[in-house]
């Protein structure tokens, strides 16, 4: 069956020493957290500018450099730029196994997500990968991936942040909003335009070292997830040298949605393995809560919950990843550049079945629950708030439809 590819030696080895990273790595700086009354991982205090504690920061900073340490930080990254190289297929796994078992704690940062290096940057220059990519491979720093702005979410061409050269340098200004990392990002990707009408070539990816003079972080955007990581960044006049142009001038659309379709297909392994968490512990709660005497889990109206949880991760796991699959055996990969014309459609598909299905199964793990499904903090409530944010961020629900039609219209394989 094809939907059993990537479980591989590596995988098995991969998860085998995450597991046991979570035991020696993980759970005491979970515990020296617990201590300190700053909150959780994943629902830290804020401080008075509505950013993410420090403390929390830091504490998801050391388990990313003991992460890299251990090889454990950026499976997903090119053999040749450092990385684990795995397939797409093997990262499902990968990706399943880590949010299963981290759940909603300081785990979750040992694999590089949105601040870690990612498949648009390894295109940077020579000495862009020494400055950046390197100490992005180590964890000693972090990224962000800035593309849109107050104005232009979505529609992306209609972008107002401009690059304009300056003998062998590039002078960026503009307005970037709701970016995850804004306040601690160290090396910012950002997307502007350099040849305005110039369609998908319009735009260009610069890596902006966030202590250049004009570069200034703006407000946090409090969102529904409250994790005090989103927000704007500005740049007035902001210098880049050439050799941190990544890829070609022009090539600033092409990067971004590299960028973009990592983001998507994380969606798969990210939804299957907290999904899985989420019916275990609904599980758990139907077997232990009593109502008139017996367990609910003896109520059909509850066993159908239970069923359609399942009904949804399992339809969502094999999907994802036969998609993952077909995209490791396309030319080029999930992330080609130029990206395979049956790229697009599989990958928008990972993402709208993975969004939709897991919102449904936050929804029922909360029901399960009854009042304490409820609870503010509990795991139940915060990815019910994470399952509604993952519809609209790396391109909406809707977006991703628009996809999948013009791959259908176009003639794509089925
Ligand atoms: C928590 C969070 C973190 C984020 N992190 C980042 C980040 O790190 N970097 C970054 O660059 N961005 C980030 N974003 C921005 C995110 O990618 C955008 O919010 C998203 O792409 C949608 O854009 P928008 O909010 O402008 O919605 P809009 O584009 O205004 O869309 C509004 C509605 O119109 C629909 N719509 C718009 N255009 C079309 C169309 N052509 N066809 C069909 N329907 C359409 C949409 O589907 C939606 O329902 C983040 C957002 C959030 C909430």
Redesign the pocket.
Known sequence: MRVTTGRTDRVADYTARFAAFLETEVAPREADLAVQDVGTAFNPRLDTAGRMHPAVWEARREVQRRSAAAGLYTPHVAAEVGGGGFTRAEMQHVEEFVYRHAGLGLGIAALAW?EGPNPAIEHCSPAARERWLDPLMTGEITA?????EIA????VLAMETRARPDGDDWILDGT?A????AHFADVVQVVAVTEPGAGTRSLSMFLVDATSPGFARGRDIP?M?NDGL?GELHLEGVRVPAQDVVGEIGDGFALAMAWINWRRLCRGGMCAGWGTWLLERALDRARSRTSGGAPIAELQSVQHMLADMDADLYAARAASLQAQAELDDLPGGAFGMPLHPEAPRLTSLVKVINDEAFFRVTDRAVQVHGGTGLRLGSPEEKLFRIAR?LK????????QR?AIARGLLRGSRR
């Open positions: 949105t962000a991936f800035a593309n849109t232009v979410g979505t529609d970037k709701w970016i995850t990392n969102t997830l989103t944010n609209i961020p790396a391109g909406t629900v809707e977006i628009n």
